[in-house]
């Protein structure tokens, strides 16, 4: 079958992408960034499908036999948009399908997907599948729990960082029961629901059979890592309060993460699902989704992965603040000593500009990295630039600073690793 597959480049979906090309289906992948997805999945026809904006899906459906939507965004928030992803586009690829006479379409949804969880999510989840629902094709919802995988995105990225903190484990005071469903059980949903006698026209929870609060799945991941038992902590809620306050904030200038309020609501809704809704629809005897991850053993990059997971927000943080407060330094209490070192490194009249035009200088490029994430790799490359020409210049014309006690110039060393972790670490999937 020829199948395209929307959100091909995210986390469910390049793995149902994987499963179904290795069955030998061919794959028409659409994603946002196709350029940015074919470098990393080179084997699959690409196609540029932003849900933002409008896309020319009869070319793409050209041929195709199934569709699978696995589009969705967490919150509103930098270039993510629930109602584009999950409504106006959904509305417009079904709008398509009808259009083209691809009858067979596969909507990934999520357990808890309706307005009653009172999020923004939710609620455009929940009329995303409504509009596919409402029309004469062989559709079919599939509603997963958590997922769990080697690979982690969203919830189980949230998850496994919170069983990578040292020492204690915090924990955020939810009743909700998790039913953690491994990738390979849910890959194996989709791959038999494209089959002639599938059901169609249902809805389905992809839930695993066992409910896991929260404090035992991040034990159980604890476990699976390697890292032994750690006493939990259970932060107060107006710690929690300020840390999804944090998030939102954070998401709102496009830096993902799944500590948001969202999340919170989500998992106070509904987060497990039905556990016997596969086997009864498709005769999928399901495991348990960490039961399944015990197959695979954690390697050190899943635990270097679990303890950065917090490390890494806290060096671009730090990187971003390194910048706008010596940029602020040098226009305020230290504009004097700025102006004395220019001077002493020959640039005579330039002092006041070199200070001045150095400290905002400084602000600008800090600030653009805080806010401006798609130009975070270049900005990386023009700190580290610019970094080497001020060591140079300072190295040539004042060479006993390499001597300071306080260790100006020799300080610049660690800031270059700090420089090489953060883009080392940069992406975000």
Known sequence: MRILIAGAA???GSHIAARLAGEGHEIVAAARDAAGARARFPRYRWAEADFRKR???????????????????LQDGGADSTRAAHVDGARALF????????????????????????????RTKEKGDQSLMARDLDWVIVKPSLVVARGVYGGTALVRGL???PFVTPLLA???QFRPIHMRDLCEAVSRLLRLNAPRRVVIDAAGPLAQSLPELIAAHRAWLGFGPARAWTAPGWLADIAFTVGDMLGAIGVRTSLRSTSRAQMAHDVGGDPDSLKRELGLDVRA???????????????????????????????????ILTGLVCLTSGRAEAMALARAAGLGGMDAFAADGGGLFDIAI??????????????????AAV???????????????WSDPLGRLMKLIPFFALLGFVAAVEDER
């Open 95 to 122: 709008d398509a399908c009808e259009a083209a006479g691809v009858r067979r379409v596969i909507q990934i949804s999520a357990v808890g997907a309706e307005a009653a969880a009172g999020t923004a999510y939710a």
């Open 289 to 323: 989704g960490m039961a399944a991850l015990a197959d695979e053993p954690a390697s050190v990059q899943d635990r270097w992965h679990a303890r950065l997971y917090f490390v890494k927000p806290a060096a671009r943080l730090a990187l971003a603040a390194f910048w």
């Open 387 to 401: 970094t080497l020409g001020y060591i140079g210049v300072l190295t040539i014309t004042l060479p006993h600073l």
């Open 366 to 383: 800090g600030a653009a990295f805080l806010f401006l994430a798609r130009w975070r790799r270049p900005l990386l490359a023009i700190m």
């Open 10 to 12: 995210g986390f469910i």
């Open 163 to 165: 069983a990578g903190v």
């Open 174 to 176: 939810t009743s909700g």
């Open 55 to 73: 896309v020319n899906w009869a070319a793409h459906l050209e041929g195709v036999d199934a569709v699978i939507n696995c589009v969705g965004v």
